[in-house]
């Protein structure tokens, strides 16, 4: 198996070297918009084109009711997503986007002053630092400083993961949240295919084994997880083909918050939750997985850890969760699978 620093230097020469555009990519893994919301597709119309050009991303990491945010972009590129952030938190908002390869962050530093006219702000909310995602301290990002961690199809690619996700945090506020796009396993994939240069750069050979990841979450305190949306990932490429084999690939954007009261199963207390409308671009619905869509007024009933995840992080203020902890019904019995064992 080679070393950590063996497989950082061949992930920062395909993504320096190998790719000089989105165009050069071998599958579509690492390069998805679907699912941006329609504010959101306007605010790309006044992106620079050599940023979107040179995007690399499988989701759309961008959760809503951003506004006033100190976001922290993980392996953030040439700065897409960043840009998208600085519009969506607003001139009272920060941005700080980390990434290990400086040709990279050379792009994204030199449109700075293109999107702080774009956006009519005094002064640009955004920086960045070279940096590798597994050691946010070197960028001087202090303790609980940070209202939310994204990540778009780059966590797969480092070779330290827990790092990744302790950092992320360490650096969060209570209630804050991790949301990332990123590509996932149905198996655990080999180490011949894990350090193959190509698949590797490509987001497969780092893919997270879905069990694994949520082993590695329950590791650091975090007992429930979500899945938003997710994809199967369709490889066409024969070389890629015959060196992955049979393993299932999907991308999913995920959500994990820093709340340490989470219990490993959702639990049921009784208790109710009804969404305000006041979420904005959402005055109907507020969709929080993939199995729990709120609609204005209407009441829902709901689990222990779903109500904490309401309640107590910035989506307290368009909620009313009605009921506590003080009497237990047993297991909750909710939708499909998606994140723990009884799918909540």
């Not at 620079?48 to 961008?62: A, D, M, R, T, V």
């Not at 989470?262 to 979420?279: F, H, K, M, N, P």
Request: overall charge negative; aromatic content about 8%.
């Amino acid at each position: 198996m080679k070393d950590l620093d063996e497989i950082r230097a061949s992930i920062k020469k395909y993504y320096a070297s190998s790719l000089q555009k989105t165009a050069d990519l071998k599958t579509g893994a690492c390069c998805c918009s679907d699912g941006l919301e329609p504010d959101y597709r306007e605010i790309l119309s006044h992106i620079h084109p050599e940023i979107l050009e040179k995007f690399y991303g499988c989701g759309s990491p961008l959760p809503p009711a951003l506004e006033g945010l100190t976001i922290l972009d993980l392996g953030c590129g040439t700065g897409r997503d960043v840009y998208l952030a600085s519009n969506l938190v607003g001139p009272q908002g920060r941005v700080i986007g980390i990434d290990m390869t400086d040709s990279q962050l050379e792009i994204a530093r030199r449109h700075k002053e293109h999107h702080r006219q774009k956006f009519g702000y005094s002064e640009s909310n955004v920086h960045f630092h070279e940096c590798l995602i597994e050691d946010l301290l070197s960028a001087g990002i202090g303790d609980e400083s940070v209202d939310l961690v994204i990540s778009n199809c780059v966590i797969n690619l480092s070779p330290d993961k827990k790092s990744v996700f302790s950092e992320a945090l360490r650096v969060l506020r209570p209630g804050g949240e991790i949301y990332f796009a990123d590509v996932f396993a149905d198996r655990r994939v080999s180490d011949e295919a894990s350090e193959d240069p190509v698949v590797r750069g490509e987001c497969l050979g780092g893919a997270m084994y879905i069990e694994d990841f949520r082993r590695l979450l329950l590791d650091l305190g975090v007992r429930d997880y979500r899945v938003v949306s997710s994809r199967p990932i369709r490889l066409d490429d024969p070389d890629i083909l015959a060196k992955t084999g049979s393993i299932g690939f999907m991308s999913a954007t995920v959500r994990a918050f820093k709340l340490f009261s989470l219990e490993d199963r959702c639990e049921d207390y009784g208790q109710v939750a009804y969404y305000l409308g006041t979420i904005p671009g959402h005055p109907h619905s507020f969709t929080l997985d993939d199995h729990h869509a709120f609609y204005t007024g209407r009441p829902m009933l709901v689990c222990g850890n779903t109500a904490e995840m309401l309640t107590n992080t910035r989506f307290g203020a368009h909620f009313t969760v009605s009921g506590d902890r003080s009497v237990h019904y047993g297991l909750f019995q909710c939708g499909e699978p998606a994140g723990n064992d009884c799918g909540c």
